[in-house]
Every structure is written in structure tokens, then in C-alpha cells.
């Protein structure tokens, strides 16, 4: 289980996050909504401590990873996987994910890279290329693959379906729903693209200005028209 | 307005602090005015000299001011020279010809002394022959063979050489080369400048039509000589004269042996000194050979000699130096060096001149002096000084001698000549002068 | 105290006059300092000119217009050859022919200035560092090249004689200061004649137009050329601007050190100069001149304290660029406006406490 | 034809040692984006070390792996301390830095060591090889330069390809946001860069020395002509780095033999502007063009 509690972090004089409570519970995908500059992918940086929170705490499986230098996440089993663009551009598909697989979560079994070229069967096809010359959405599969490379029990995804085609994002959100049953995910899925979140979520979180102003369960969510409107514009 | 006052403010005080403190940094008192001339006192004389204590050229040379200091120290603790004490002032001009111009600069003006003595380097002193000599400054003893030190005294009245010039160096080198190596094909390496130029000048008078390849080199350049060796190498030559100093004579020797070039090596005397190269060599090649072994791979090497130096300790000279020098040397020198030798040498005739001068020494006076009876000095050189009103030339004359085991072993007696075409003729006339049992000259 | 300003407004409003105003008074009393000093030190004043000179260029390339030479040294030693050419042909013992060395220097640069700017104005960064440095090294070889240039030992330089001045500057000097001019006091008068020049037309030119385009490509080039400025023209002529400067400066130089020699301009000069306007502020002309001034004076301060601390005469000789390595290091670590920029808001400070009386301006925040 | 021979060889030589001294600035390049204009004072340093353990007896190989050993403890120091508050700001900032910090090396040498020449010994004979009773331009010591040079390389490649290590590195170098969040301690492996950078310094600086002369200043000439081998073969690529070594050797060998020694400068420089100016990328990068 993953928590975060009255958690707050700053830009300057900008708050940018403004006491954020949520709990993400096991197996399931709990999707983080809201405007662009809501705070949704500071939420995501303070958590991994590339923002530093101002005040709260953050919990994984009850144990306070407040603070916890970034490079440290993986080895307590959580993943932030960063935007499409987050791939190492200059290394090669199998370095990208030879490189996920060096600081796994403590006390986990290694996973081959096979297995991801299993799941994400594209990427098998495209193993020695540089990360540089794939696809939008081959990056995409790329940084979960390497992110589950590590391990890890909590996924943080940050904005998958960017920059995608509606077929693109669609596909790597099937996949992502069969992970969350086959590897028993925690996934923080971060999304401006709320229809698309909430049809595989299975509770959702709306950001405003820092703020939450929802928290429900996906269904309730995307019944709820005028949040919708106000919010999640859909 | 308060932007334009702020910064004559800030003008202002960037300059007064400038001054200030530029004024406590040479507060130093002017020179009491008893003296008869700038730098003398009744009780003292100030002179001073730019070396190279670093750089390309200053292995061996540094050693030079050393044996001047030690030979004052030894005069001045006998009373000094018509009651005066000798004080030498020392710097360090890298090599770097601007730099002997920075530092004459700060010994005329700052440390206000009253004459150049030894000064070392062709292009280094050639940098600040004419401000000596607008300003009215003795330049006597000028540490190199350079002919523009006494070949025109009405051009430079001022400055005196000491050592064999590099022409006659050449000439000598080159008769001895044309009448016994006949069918040598000849290389010259030179250093490029007037130190080379001149070596050449004597050099071809004899050898023009014997000398294959000329290969220069820039002294503070490049330490790879391989490209110049590899000339030498594929025009034939089988004979290198070597108008260069010290450390490029080791130099040449591992670039020589890198590119397989075998040959003869004649080097002029201001870059042969065994011990120095031996020294460099062995710390160069292959290992660690204790410097003693290295001078074994000068042997074979020629050069000229025209002072005793460190390999004839039974010297009469040497002797005396040897004696100075255990007794006033300063800690951490080690031991007597044909370099401190020449120092010496060179402090000997200073106070030669002095002593000749008499109690009133005034800038002038002393060029007078150099002038009327600088040519019957006896002194440690093995041929006499050319000084007269028309030539201020230092000595006359060397020796062609050979190494072997660090030692020099004479292939000729002294011969004596003079630049241009002056025949060349042996002479052993000085090279029996003794010192004075009290070692300082009367 | 009111009354002299308004007086004075007329000139503090044009900031040409008001440059010039503040050059004369600085003038006068560097020449009141020349006058009272020893020979020696006069000999630093000049050096300290012509170092000022250097760095005044240098500062307006790197602190406006952002880019950074380390080919100045090589920039002075194509001013020092051209003006010792033209005095060895002119014979160099009089006014007119000092004058025609100096400009024919600062001409020569000019186009030296223009041929280096273009493509230095393409690179930047470490690249225009590594080319400024090689041009640095490349530069004083050629001298080893053509004859003329003298070779490894150089050029001497004729010196200007006191004595064939014509008598009207040799009488004011002599108004000015009771005593006769001769060949150091007036390098050093020469020096800083031409250093208050330079400045005024160096701080003129970085309040001109000019100079808000330099400022402007050095914040943001790429802003700077969608509002139009053409980023190549305007890097090429502060290069060229700064080059003329270092022609100056070493046309100076020539005449001060008397040799015009390869050994004199080396990578250690230009990064002197770097040093120097590093440690007054980048872009600041007070600055560049603070900085000449430690590069004349300090070599002789931090030999003294090297030789107290026990070193050797050579030992400490090296104590100096140690300083200048630990200026440039510590300016960018802890002080990156240099020492005039970090004072600049201590001053404003204490002018506009005491000026609060009278100010009628209201405070900047 | 013989002399051509020579110059090659000997240029060959200078080429390995300048592509040692390339590799390091590219090494610190691809992992902090600065170029280390104070590597040739770091090399110095650990040469003069070297020669101080030389001539207390210490064994030549010893005193080999001490100057490789000060050298990876300089950089790593150097990063941590100096080099770490201007990573990633004004690149102006750097360079001056690196400037400042190769003075400072270069006079607290001088002050420590003193200013004279000395010589150097090389671990193995400087005499011309000789075939039958000609001999050839190459040294026993030119061939192990040039077999370390080599060796150093294979070991750079070995590692940035073969080993979880050298992935680290090189992640850390590319993109170290991305790096941290996948656990990599990035500034960990940005020291590892400038202090293996260091060291490959010091071994360019140990061959350099060998059989020659040394005084503070003898590596001058490689802040440049380092330099000059790393941009020909583009900053980023370790193999470019090393050809564009081998390239400026020879060509400055074939000036100096041919032309003058004093015109190599002037040529270096015209092969640096030629290259900036045409090929901004460097001779042999892959790489997308980049802003110079």
C-alpha cells in the first residue's frame, strides 16, 4: 500500500502542492487527475524526492519514505517512471533496460530482459537499437519496461499517453491493466487524459492548484458530470 | 550626478590605493650619497645580473650567480675592495628576453645598482644592451659569446664580454674539424639566435663547403628534436657541431639515439659541461643510472675549454676555487661545478677591475679602466682579454679538447685569434698564470 | 553643494560629457600621482595603463557581449609588432611617430579583430575557449617565421627621448607637476592619456545602442535575434572593438618593455588578463581597471610575501600566478560579479543613504 | 623516403599520447559537459609525483601505477570540491573555473617541486630499434606508448560496454534525473568520471615525460593540442577522440620534420577551425550536429 498524507512542496514563493492526501491500495491502478498545473507531476517529483516536500509524509507498506534520497526509491520497491521522454536517449533498448534492472527492489529475484521483450513483444524486435530512434510509443513501453526491470511494488507513472495516438495509448493501457493482476502492482497512474485514466482505474484522485478536490472510486468519478466539467475536461 | 561622482570616486580611490600601495611596496630608501656613483657607496657596491634560474636554459646556468657570490664573500670578508663590500643582485629572467628587460628594468630603477656584471644570455641580454648603454650603466662580463657585446664599443661603450665569442669559438672548432676531419660531412645544430648566428659565422670561414645540413632549434619551444635528427640522419651527416646550451645538448643526444642517428658530436663550451649533461642523460634513459655513469655517455663528445675547470682539481685555479667555495658556499648548494667556476672566474675579473680602478669609482672610470689595462689582466682564462678603446672582446682564445670518463683531455694547445679574418695561432702565454697566494687579485 | 549641481547638469545629463568629466578627473589626478612618484613606480603606472587597456576590451567582449577570448595576449602582440615595425622605420624618437605606431597598431588589430570575430562569433563556450587559447600559443610563433619580425629574441623597440617632445607639453608638465618630464614619467603620462580615452569611448559605446545589443545577445542570443539583432555582426564588432583595445594595449606595451619578443605573450598573459577582469566584474570598466592595477602592482607584493614565507627567489616568483589561479576560482565560486559587481550593492547602499536628504528619486527596490 | 618513415613513426608516437590526453577531456566531457582545460596541470602533478617516487628508488612500474593512482584521487577530489557547485550552470563558469584551477596546479608545482628541468627516465630503452644495421624511427618506448595507449582504450571500451558499471557512467553522464530515479548514484558516477578521467591523464602524462625533460610547464602544450585531438574527433566519442589523437600527431609530426616546429601551433589551430567551422560534430561523431 502506498500513502501520501498533507503532503506539500514549494516552488519559491509557489505553493505548488497544498497538504495532498490519498492512499493507493495494492492491485489496483488509482489514477491522479486534474488541469494542466494542477500539481499533479510535482506530486509524483516530491514523492521521489526531486522536489523537496515542505511538510507531510509519504508511506510504503506502513514504512515512511519521507525524504528518502531519490536514488534509494528503487531498492524499497518503488518506481517512477517519467515521462515518454524519459528514455536514455543515447543507449540502446537493452542498456535502457539492462540499467532498470541494476537497483531492484531488496531481496527480489533479478527479472531477464527477456521478460519484458516477452510482454512488450515490439521492443524484443528493436533490442539493439538506440533509444533515440523509437516511436513515441515504443518509448512509452520502454520506460515501464525498464521500470518493472527493478521490481518494484508501486509504480508512479507520469503522464503515459502523452504525445500518443488514441490506438498507442489504449494498447499500452491494456497492457498496464494485465500487469497490475499478473505482478500485483500498486500503480499512481498520473494523467491529463482523464477518460482514458479513469476507464482503467479503479479509483480516482482530482488535483486542483495543489489541492485535492476529489477522491472516489474511477466509476464514481466519471458519473460525476459536473467534476467532469469542472476538472477533468470531458 | 551621483552615478558620475560615485565613479570619479571609485577612480579616485582605485588609484590612491594603487599608489599606496605600490608605495609601501618599494619603500625602500635611496642608497646614501656618499659614493662617487649611483649603486656605490663609501663602503659598498651594488651590482646585479639577470640568469636564468628557470626554464629551458637554466640547468648549469643557475649555478653561475652562486660562484659570483661566493668569491664576493671571500673579498669581502678580506676587507672587500678599496673598503667597499660587493653586494650582487641576482634575477631570474626564465631565458625569457622580456623578461631580462622586466627584471633591468627593476634592477636599474628600484634596486638602483651601479653596473650589470654578467648578465647571462645572447638574446636574453641582447634585450637590454641598449637601454645599459643609453643610461649610462656598466655591462661588463656579459655572460654569453655573443659578438655584439665588443665588437663595435662605439655603438655599446658600456658593455664588455668575457668568454670566448662564438665566432672565433667557431673558427677555432672549424680549423680543427677542416684539418683533421677532412671528409666529415658536417651538421650544425644551433640554437635560433645571435648564439647560434655567430657559431655558424666562425664555423662556415673554414667548414662552408663541409656543413650538409643546419638544423635550429627554439630554446623554451619544443623538447622532441627527433625531426631534426632524422635530417641530420638522411642527409648523411657524420659530424654535429652544437651551438646550444646545456640542456639541449642532452636533449639532441636522446632524440639522436630515438631516431638511430650515429655521428660525431662536437658541442661548443657553453653546452658541453659533463657533469650537467651526464647528469641530464642519466636521468633520461632507460631506468635509473646514477649520474656518475652518465657522464660516461658524453664520451667521445669534443669541445673547447678555455678555464680549467672541475676535472683538474691540481689546478692553481681550481684549487683556489675549490677553497672558496668550502667555505662560502651557501647551504644547499652542494658541490664546485665548472658552472660556479665560471662565476668565479668571472668575480675575479670584477675585482680585477675594481682594484685597477682605484678608490674613485665612477661609471665611467671603470670602462676607462677596462679599457687602458684590461688586456695585461692575468687571470684564470687561458688566453688574454682583447679590452682596448677598440674592442671590448673577452678572451682570446681555447683549447679543442675531448671528452673522456667527464674529463676533457686537450686534442691542441691554446690557440688564440680574434673575429674576422685574424689568423689563428697557439698561444700558451696566459695559460700559466697563477693567483695570488691571498687569491684575490692586487 | 545644490547650487554645483545644477551648475553641472547640463554636462551629467549627456552621458558623453559626463564620461568625459569623470575621465578628466581621474586624469588629473593620475597625472598628479605620476608627477609625485618615483621612476620605478612610474614604470608600474604604465604598465598598469596599458594592462587596463587590455582588460577594458577584453571586459566589454565577455562581460557584454558574453563571449570569451583567451587570444588577447596574441591580440597585443600583433599591436606591439605593428607599432615597433612603424617605429624602427619612423626612427621613433618623436611624438608624431609614437602616435602613428599606436594607430597604425590599433588599425592592425582592427582588421586582425574582424578576421578572428568571425568565426569566433560562430562558436562558443569551451569551443571559443580551446581556438582563443590555440590562437594564443599559434599567434607570437609567427615570428619565428619572417625575418623581420626578429625571431625568438625579438624586436627592439626605439624609445620616444623626453627631450624631442615639443617644448609646449614638456612646459605643462612642468606646470603641472615641477618636474621635467623624461622617458618613464612620460610613457606613463602617455599611458594613462590614452586609457582615459579609451574608457570614455568604451563606456560611451556600452551605453549606446550598440552596447544594449551586446547585452541583449549575451542574456538570450536566441530572443536577441528574433527581435532582430543580427547575433553574427554584433558578436564580430565587439571583438573587433576589444581587439583594437589589446592593439593599443600592446602597441604600449612595446614601448614600455622595450623588446618586442615572442617570449612576451604567452598563454600566461592572456590568462592574466582574464584573471584581471574576472576579479573586477565582468563587463565593468572600474573593474578592468582594479584588475590592471593588481596585475601591475601584485607580482612584486606576492614575490615579497613568497620570499617572507621562506621560498626561493624562483619558488616564489610562481606565488603570483598561484594568485590569480585562486582569484579565478574563487571569483566564479563565491563571488561570480567579481569585486566591483558585489560591492555595486553595498555602494548603492551608502550613496543613497547619504544622498536621501536631497534625493528627490525614489528608492530602486 | 627513410626520414618520411621516421616522421610517420614518430608521429605515430605523438599521436598515441595525444589521444590518451583527448580520451580524458572526452571522458570528463561526456559526463559533466565541461572541457577540462586543467588537465594537463593535473597530469603534470602526478608525473612530478611519479618522479619523486623515481628518485627515492622506488621501481619505475610502481611509480607508474602511483601517478594513475594520484590521478583518480585528484579528480575525484577536484570534482567534489571544485567542479561540483558549476555543474550544470553558465558554461562560461566552468571553463574560467578549469582556467583557474590549471594555474594554481601549475605554481603550487613550482613551488613544490621547483622550477628546474629534469629528466625522466622511460621504463624501457629510447634507442632506435634497429633491423639488420639500419635503424628504425621507433623507439621500444614509442611501441609501449603506443600499446598503453591502446590498452588504456580497450579497457575504457571493455568497461563503458561490457559492465554494469560502465552502464552506470554512462547513464549518469546522458541524463541524471532519469539516472536517479532508476537508483543510479549520479554524483558517485560523475566522480568516478573525472577521476578515471584523471587517470588516464596521468598515464598520457607518464608517457610524455619519458625520456625527455620535465618542468611544470611541459604539459602546456596539451591543454591545446589535447583539446584540439578531442574536438577533431567530436567531445563525445571516445574511438573519435583517439583517431583524431593519431591525426594531429601525425600532422604535426610532418610540419615540424618538414616545415618548422614553430608552425605546428599555427596548424593545430587552422585544423581546429576547419573542423569547428565545417564539421562542428567532429570528424567521426554519430551524434546529431551540436551547437559549438
Known sequence: MFAVEELSAAYGPVKALNGVTFTAARGQVTAVLGANGAGKTTLLRTVSGLVRSTAGTVKLNGKDITRTATEKLTSYGLSHVPEGRGVIAELTVTENLRLGGLHRATGSEPMPVGRVFELFPRLGERREATAHMLSGGERQMLVIGRALMARPSVLLLDEPSLGLAPRVVSQIFDLLRGLVQTEELTVVLVEQNARSALSIADHGVVLNLGKVVASAPAAELAADEQLRHAYLGF | ?442 | MERLRSLLRPVTSVPLARHVLVALIALVVAMAVIGSSSQYLQTRYAEMAYFAIAAGGLTLLTGLSGQLSLGHGALMAVGAYAATLVLERAGGETLADVFLALLTAIAVCAVVGVVVGVPAARLHGPYIAGATLTLAVAVPRLANQWEALGGEQGLQVPVPRASELPAWIQDLIWFFTAVEIDQYSFLAYLGWLLLAITFVALANLSRSRVGRRWRAVRDDDVSAELAGIHLGRARVVAFTVSAMCAGLAGGLMAMNVRLTAPGAFTITLSLTLLAAVVLGGLGSLTGALIGAGVLAFLPHFATDLGESLGFSATQAAEVTPVVYGLVLMLVILLAPAGIVGSLRPLLARISSRTSSLGATKEKTP | MQQFLDTTLGGLVLGAVYAAFALALCLIWRSTRIVNFAQAAMAMVTTYIALSLINADVPYWVAFVAALAAGFGLGALIERVIIRPVEGKAELNAVILTLGLFMVLHGLTAITFGVQHRGFPAPVSTNAIEVGDTSIGITPFGILSIVVVAVVMAGLVVLFRFTDLGLRMRASAFNGEVSRLLGVRVGRMLTLGWALAAAVGAVAGMLIAGGDLVNPSFMDPFVIYGFIAAVLGGLDSPLGSVIGGLILGLSLSYVTGYVGEHLAPLVALGILMVVLLVRPSGLFAAAAARRV
Not at chain 2, 263 to 281: C, E, Q, R, T
Request: aromatic share 8%; glycine share 10%; charged share 25%.
Open chain 2, 1 to 442: 550626478m551621483r552615478t558620475t561622482a560615485r565613479r570619479a570616486v571609485q577612480a579616485v580611490c582605485v588609484l590612491t590605493t594603487a599608489s599606496l600601495l605600490a608605495a609601501c611596496g618599494a619603500g625602500k630608501e635611496r642608497p646614501s650619497e656618499d659614493g662617487t656613483a649611483v649603486g656605490v657607496t663609501d663602503t659598498t657596491i651594488k651590482v646585479g645580473a639577470h640568469f636564468p634560474l628557470t626554464g629551458p636554459a637554466a640547468p648549469g646556468y643557475s649555478e653561475i650567480p652562486s660562484g659570483h657570490q661566493a668569491f664576493y664573500e671571500y673579498v669581502n670578508d678580506a676587507g672587500g675592495v678599496h673598503g667597499r663590500k660587493i653586494e650582487m643582485v641576482v634575477k631570474d629572467d626564465a631565458y625569457n628576453p622580456t623578461n631580462t628587460s622586466a627584471v633591468t628594468n627593476d634592477m636599474i630603477l628600484q634596486d638602483e645598482i651601479f653596473a650589470m656584471v654578467a648578465g647571462l644570455g645572447t638574446p636574453t641580454h641582447r634585450a637590454v644592451v641598449q637601454r645599459l648603454n643609453d643610461d649610462g650603466i656598466p655591462d661588463l662580463f656579459v655572460s654569453s659569446g655573443s659578438l655584439q657585446w665588443g665588437d663595435d664599443p662605439k655603438k655599446s661603450p658600456m658593455t664588455f664580454g668575457w668568454q670566448p665569442d662564438y665566432e672565433i669559438e667557431g673558427k677555432i672548432i672549424g680549423k680543427y674539424v677542416k684539418e683533421n676531419m677532412p671528409d666529415a660531412k658536417v651538421g650544425l645544430f644551433l640554437q635560433d639566435d645571435d648564439f647560434g648566428e655567430d657559431g655558424e659565422k666562425g664555423a662556415r670561414q673554414f667548414l662552408d663547403s663541409q656543413i650538409v645540413d643546419v638544423q635550429k632549434y627554439t630554446p623554451g619551444g619544443s623538447t622532441d628534436f627527433s625531426p631534426q635528427m632524422s635530417s641530420f640522419k638522411s642527409k648523411g651527416v657524420d659530424l654535429v657541431l652544437g651551438f646550444n646550451t646545456p640542456s639541449y645538448t642532452a636533449l639532441s643526444q636522446i632524440a639522436a639515439q630515438g631516431v638511430g642517428f650515429k655521428s660525431k658530436w662536437f658541442y661548443s663550451n657553453v653546452g658541453s659541461d659533463p657533469a650537467l649533461v651526464g647528469g641530464l642523460l642519466a636521468s633520461m634513459t632507460k631506468g635509473k643510472i646514477p649520474a656518475e655513469q652518465g657522464v660516461k655517455l658524453m664520451d667521445g663528445m669534443m669541445t673547447t675549454e678555455y678555464i680549467p675547470g672541475v676535472d683538474a682539481p691540481e689546478d692553481e685555479w681550481v684549487k683556489l676555487w675549490q677553497k672558496v667555495w668550502d667555505n662560502y658556499s651557501k647551504k644547499g648548494d652542494e658541490k664546485l661545478t665548472n658552472y660556479r667556476i665560471y662565476g668565479m672566474s668571472q668575480a675575479y675579473t670584477f675585482v680585477q677591475a675594481l682594484q685597477a680602478n682605484g678608490k674613485d669609482l665612477t661609471r665611467e672610470s671603470i670602462v676607462e679602466t677596462l679599457e687602458k689595462e684590461g688586456g695585461s689582466f692575468e687571470g684564470p682564462g687561458l688566453a688574454p682579454f682583447r679590452f682596448s678603446e677598440d674592442s671590448h672582446m673577452g678572451i682570446s682564445g681555447t683549447s679543442v679538447v675531448e671528452i673522456k670518463n667527464g674529463a676533457s683531455e686537450p686534442l691542441t694547445p691554446v690557440q688564440v685569434t680574434d673575429i674576422g679574418d685574424a689568423p689563428i695561432e697557439e698561444d700558451d702565454s696566459a695559460a700559466s698564470d697563477a693567483p695570488p697566494s691571498s687569491g684575490i687579485p692586487e
